[in-house]
């Protein structure tokens, strides 16, 4: 059972800048493809970038060339570069694999200020 743990969310004011960091457990990180999700308030939990197994990325057109998914495979990790915020960004941030998705984290709050 993969274990996600998500951080580095906080408050900035629109135009900053965060990085979110997920740590997952197991042994198949390196396999899957990843993603990261928000969910704002009185809305549906939505995905907002991507990235497979050899790097390719992909993101919601609402955040397309502002934020930017990485991973890191020997530390199991995937990040979540957000520049140029928004107050819309606002949400719960989560990460999950996309195709075998497990067990939801606990998320990360960002909460950008106008």
């Known amino acids: 059972q993969v274990q996600l743990v998500e951080s580095g969310g906080g408050l900035v004011q629109a135009g900053g800048s965060l990085r979110l960091s997920c740590a997952a457990s197991?042994?198949?990180?390196?396999?899957?493809?990843w993603g990261w999700y928000r969910q704002a308030p009185g809305k549906q939990r939505e995905l907002v970038a991507s990235?497979?197994?050899?790097?390719?990325?992909n993101y919601a057109d609402s955040v397309k060339g502002r934020f930017s998914i990485s991973r890191d495979n020997a530390e199991s990790t995937v990040y979540l570069q957000m520049n140029s915020l928004k107050p819309e960004d606002t949400a719960v941030y989560y990460c999950?694999?996309?195709?075998?998705?497990?067990?939801w984290g606990q998320g990360t709050q960002v909460t950008v200020s106008s």
């Open positions: 999950n694999s996309v195709f075998q998705a497990g067990s």
């Open positions: 197991g042994r198949y990180f390196s396999s899957r493809v």
């Open positions: 990235i497979g197994i050899g790097g390719t990325t």
